[in-house]
């Protein structure tokens, strides 16, 4: 039986369709599976929705996930990221954040970024952070930069909510006398 989780925070709704059982610390689920080792092995399917314009900013899936009133986190998580209603990136990582209040969804553990608008690129890096509200992307530790076949490597990079353009190092990130020893514009 599946039981639906949602709630309305700070302006969005995070919706999970679950087979778990729900855990201390969560939104209660509404009911259990009768049979709770069967159930968790099931992904759990993840929706995150701005209640304000109907705009789907994720959906997903995650082996396991806890939310409280101010931040949803998810392990092992493969999901889509929506740019204007639209797929942008599908993302792939160990273990997501998402803050209701500040409206930023952080990805860690080994991220991959996968754009689904421009064609063969590629993102991998330690943490990602996509801020909504101001429309970008923050990765930093060990970060592949991939198209067609070419690579570039770096410490941090600042990109679109497309992987349209990509700056390596991120400005913000920069250190006090490191130099730009590559800007990336994909198009």
């Known amino acids: 039986m599946r039981s ?12 999970m369709a679950s087979n778990l059982p729900s855990q201390s610390g969560s939104i209660p689920v509404k009911s259990k599976p ?6 968790q092995s099931k992904p759990i399917e993840v929706n995150i929705v701005d209640p304000k314009t109907s705009k789907q900013i994720w959906f997903g899936h995650c082996n396991n996930s806890v939310s409280d009133q101010k931040i949803a986190t998810m ?7 929506f ?5 942008s990136i599908r993302t792939l990582a160990p273990k997501a954040t998402y803050s209701f209040d500040t409206r930023i969804a952080r990805v860690t553990g080994g991220v991959k970024l996968i754009s689904l ?3 063969n690129v590629i993102l991998t890096c330690d943490v990602a952070e996509y801020d909504i509200a101001k429309n970008k992307i923050l990765g930093r530790g060990h970060v592949v930069c991939s198209k067609e076949g070419s ?7 600042l990109a679109d909510p497309k992987l349209k353009q990509v700056i390596m190092p ?3 990130l920069m250190q006090k006398n490191e130099k730009i020893y590559t800007n990336i514009i994909l198009k």
Do not use: H, R
């Not at 392990?75 to 990221?81: E, K, L, N, P, S």
């Not at 740019?83 to 797929?87: D, E, R, V």
């Not at 690579?151 to 990079?157: A, E, Q, R, V």
């Open 4 to 15: 639906l989780l949602s709630c309305a925070l700070s302006g969005f709704i995070f919706l």
């Open 34 to 39: 009768s049979n709770a080792a069967a159930a």
């Open 75 to 81: 392990w092992t998580i493969d999901g889509v990221f």
């Open 83 to 87: 740019q204007n209603s639209k797929p």
């Open 117 to 119: 608008t421009e064609k």
């Open 151 to 157: 690579k570039i490597y770096g410490n941090s990079f």
């Open 170 to 172: 991120a400005p913000e």
